[in-house]
């Protein structure tokens, strides 16, 4: 398996497009995330995670890729790239790059070779087309679904997109072959197996130029038998593959899937497992339902919400099931991502934010903290649909994907190009919060982060691998981490009171509106904090 430093880590996830513009075109760049680099150490995390950064027509943000050996020219070049693995490594920061492998652009020339094809290429069957109209399975429209699409050139027939229509799907076969369905190739065909060979040459690729590993897009998309077992074992068989032979050509390197890794009867090939924010367990605590973008919504309140009305128990039940095969798994949780709301949306304010962080930096996670999260920016509803921001009415993602404020200058420090060049708008509002006014201020959520990830990392205990045992899963929210510190956070309103033994040995190192009063801990309204366990009391 890849590196053990994961399990410890905290990532930081920064959206290359709004990050820091440092030519002035309006487009965040890797100069721009070289330049603040000294801001990503001030914050105590251990790897940057880009969202895709190679050659794309950006019809969905650069998850629609073109040329996976080569950095977007908008970013800067592939020795930007190393000069910012070298540079970030200096400060002891690991850089992972994001690997979408179901699809690639129709701009990819393997697509643009078989869209022109007259005739069997001995280098096609990378993607999955059909002659005969399709008329059952597969119709559908909603993003992220795979269906047929007609072929927008020469080429006659339909092939199979991923995601959106400009996103064809790689071809790595499937598992159940049907006469009747004559474009199913088996796994070991010559299709899949150069689609195979091609993604361990990127891999390696970048491997080479010093990056840690990888975040997989659609991990579990390669091979489309959905729902059937085998097609799901095929897939992580596929990863199987790939892990045994970077166990031996680049070991440390780490592979994140997007979302659960499936348990299959083999050996897991990922090295974590990520809770992603658009699913069930992260939006039981954190749904941001006033921001209206989540396509999954829990039957009750959120549990981070001031009515006090949700539970922690459909995430608990989760994380349970996450960690059964390994306890000590990592498991990524992100305060955000380029998919979904930000921690400040809806009717989440600032004040409500210290026990959110608290929580996700110290619950036996790994941390992601999404850029902007740092100082509370918001999720501004409303924003363009930019670079396939908006998948439907509903789901809007470009509001969680504004350029970062770094300043009080003009676009917030974030580019000097006109304001209506910019890849998306700059919050509005007069009052919002930037790193600059926040950096000095004791009692700012920059402030905050940075001693909740500093304590984190002096305190083996608060870190991925010790032990979790919760003490009251209701509010306030509390749990014990290495049996050596008590953590509580109350996300509601009112103030929350809960007598349990530990309170009688701890004593509060860090937090805000915490204290133990008669055998009980109590927390005032949005309280939060990390105690000691007096193991001799
Ligand atoms: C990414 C989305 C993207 C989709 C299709 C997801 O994993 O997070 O941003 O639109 O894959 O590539």
Redesign the pocket.
């Known amino acids: 398996m890849g590196g053990s430093w994961l399990a410890d880590a905290v990532l930081y996830e920064v959206y290359p497009q709004s990050y820091a513009d440092s030519n002035g075109d309006g487009i965040g760049d890797l100069r721009g995330v070289i330049d603040h680099l000294d801001h990503i150490a001030s914050l105590g995390v251990d790897a940057i995670w880009f969202n895709p950064c190679f050659a794309s027509p950006f019809v969905?943000?650069g998850?629609d890729v073109s040329d996976y050996l080569r950095i977007a020219p908008r970013y800067g070049t592939n020795d930007d790239l190393v000069e910012l693995v070298e540079r970030a490594g200096e400060r002891g920061i690991r850089v992972i790059l994001d690997l979408?492998v179901g699809?690639t652009s129709i701009e990819h020339p393997w697509f643009q070779r078989e869209l022109h094809a007259d005739g069997p290429d001995p280098d096609g069957d990378r993607y999955i087309w059909r002659e005969d109209r399709p008329t059952t399975g597969w119709a559908s429209d909603i993003p992220?679904t795979p269906a047929w699409v007609p072929s927008p050139g020469p080429r006659r027939g339909w092939y199979l997109k991923?995601?959106y229509d400009e996103?064809p799907a790689l071809n790595f076969g499937w598992t159940s072959l049907d006469p009747d369905e004559p474009w199913r190739d088996a796994i070991d065909a010559p299709g899949p197996r150069r689609n195979r060979a091609a993604l361990r040459e990127i891999i390696d690729f970048w491997l080479s130029k010093g990056v840690a590993g990888f975040r997989v897009?659609?991990a579990f998309s390669l091979v489309k038998d959905y729902g059937v077992h085998p097609g799901v074992a095929a897939s992580v068989e596929i990863w199987q593959e790939i892990r045994a032979w970077l166990d031996d050509a680049h070991p440390d390197a780490v592979l994140i899937p997007?979302g659960t890794e499936p348990r299959t009867d083999g050996p897991l090939a990922f090295d974590a497992d990520f809770a992603l924010v658009i699913h069930e367990a992260h939006g039981s605590l954190f749904d941001n339902r006033g921001a209206g973008v989540l396509p999954f919504h829990p039957p009750h309140e959120p549990f981070f919400e001031e009515s006090g009305r949700g539970s922690t128990r459909f995430f608990l039940d989760a994380w349970a099931a996450d960690r059964e095969v390994d306890p000590q798994r990592p498991v990524l949780m992100a305060t955000a991502d380029?998919?979904y709301t930000r921690l400040r949306s809806g009717t989440r304010t600032v004040e409500q934010l210290g026990a959110a962080l608290t929580f996700l930096m110290t619950w036996g996670n790994v941390p992601c903290l999404y850029y902007g999260d740092e100082i509370g920016m918001r999720y501004l509803p409303g924003m363009p649909d930019v670079e396939?921001a908006i998948c439907n009415p509903d789901y809007n993602r470009a509001g969680c994907r504004t350029p970062m404020q770094w300043d009080a200058s003009p676009n917030a420090g974030f580019s000097t190009a006109d304001a209506a060049d910019l890849y998306l708008p700059i919050d509005p509002d007069p009052d919002r919060p930037t790193v600059a006014a926040q950096r000095d201020d004791p009692g700012s959520t920059l402030t905050l982060v940075r001693e909740l990830i500093a304590l984190r990392r002096a305190t083996p205990a608060l870190q991925g691998r010790a032990s979790i045992r919760v003490v009251h899963e209701d509010y306030p929210f509390a749990w014990v981490r290495g049996e050596s510190h008590l953590v509580v956070v109350n996300p509601r309103r009112q103030v929350a009171r809960v007598a349990v033994p530990e309170a009688q040995r701890a004593e509060p190192i860090w937090g805000s509106g915490v204290r133990v009063t008669d055998g009980a801990l109590v927390v005032e309204g949005f309280g939060y904090g990390v105690l000691t366990l007096d193991a001799g009391a």
Do not use: P
Request: no cysteine; proline share 0%; charged share 25%.
């Open positions: 969905d943000a998850y979408v699809h992220g991923n995601f996103q897009d659609m997007e380029h998919d396939g």
